[in-house]
């Protein structure tokens, strides 16, 4: 049962990270219809900017909690790796409640006061003359300090039950590659019977 509330953590962390990597595509085609007027029809707009560095800011945001799910965060692993599951599950624990998680509740505290006060006087963007609002990307800050929360919630729990066990328990990404691996495995499995059954019906007809 909490094995399965850990990867449904997962899942909405990915769910997310997924929904906000759309930011990509809109932020490629917007660039790029930038540099096509500007360079092209000497014609730029007074958008682009505000738009790359909101749906960036968006998308870097967002997806913190989906790094953290996939441990795709840096990390300095050089002597990490070498240690026995245990060993790195007590560091772990210990680097969460030090660093972590401190900095992730003051994102949280801060960021809701930004957002509330840029969401008071609706802020614009002072970097175009149309003036961009940028409040909704404030508002994000604290949005995605609270996934980090419960993503973080997820991953010391791991290190707790790693502690208890002594390996670590599965992620997402280590099920869904499971899952892959099976399914592959099933796939040959029956292909092997196709095969056998063919090879029969030949020797059957000869007879």
Known sequence: MLQKFLLMIDRFSMAVG?????????????????????YVLKNPTSWAFDMSYILYGG?????????????????GDVFYRLLAPRKQAAIELVLYFIFFYPGVTALIIAGYGYAHDSFGYKEVSVNSPVGVPIWQLKALIPAAGTLLFIQGLAQVTRCI???????????????????????????????????????????????
């Open 18 to 38: 997924h929904a906000f990597s759309w930011c990509i595509i809109i932020l490629t085609i917007g660039t790029s219809y930038e540099v096509f007027v500007r």
């Open 59 to 75: 998308l870097f945001l967002m997806s913190g909690a989906y790094a953290l799910s996939r441990n795709a965060h840096v990390r």
């Open 161 to 207: 039950l790693c502690l208890q066990t002594g390996r670590w328990p599965q992620q997402l990404h280590d099920v869904e590659e499971l899952e892959t691996a099976l399914a592959a495995e099933h796939e040959a499995m029956e292909k092997r019977e196709e095969e056998l059954a063919h090879k029969h019906a030949i020797q059957g007809a000869a007879k």
